[in-house]
Nanobody, 120 residues
């Protein structure tokens, strides 16, 4: 059994900051890429940021310079530091991880989602 548990969402004023965390637990051999996606009402889910095991990152153009993704491989945890938040960042944020399970199967997992609301 593998699960991703997210935390850190909430309500913040424009210009503020939030830090999201996502911890993977269960029968895990290793984790490849980890990332954050978001989905606003009436819109498709989109990639926000991703990070490889080695620490290489990529970001959506809309968040470059404001958001920072990082990970702690020892804790199987990925973080998303969000600064200078804008109302258009309002969405449900989902964690995703490419996991090699203890049964050697490679499976992509999603977290349950955490709401981020930015007021103007």
């Amino acid at each position: 059994q593998v699960q991703l548990v997210e935390s850190g969402g909430g309500l913040v004023q424009a210009g503020g900051s939030l830090r999201l965390s996502c911890a993977a637990s269960g029968s895990i051999l290793s984790i490849n890429a980890m990332g954050w996606y978001r989905q606003a009402p009436g819109k498709q889910r989109e990639l926000v940021a991703a990070i490889t095991t080695g620490g290489s990152t990529n970001y959506a153009d809309s968040v470059k310079g404001r958001f920072t993704i990082s990970r702690d491989n020892a804790k199987n945890t990925v973080y998303l530091q969000m600064n200078s938040l804008k109302p258009e960042d309002t969405a449900v944020y989902y964690c995703n991880a490419d996991i090699i399970r203890a049964d050697w199967r490679r499976v992509g997992y999603w977290g349950q989602g955490t709401q981020v609301t930015v007021s103007s």
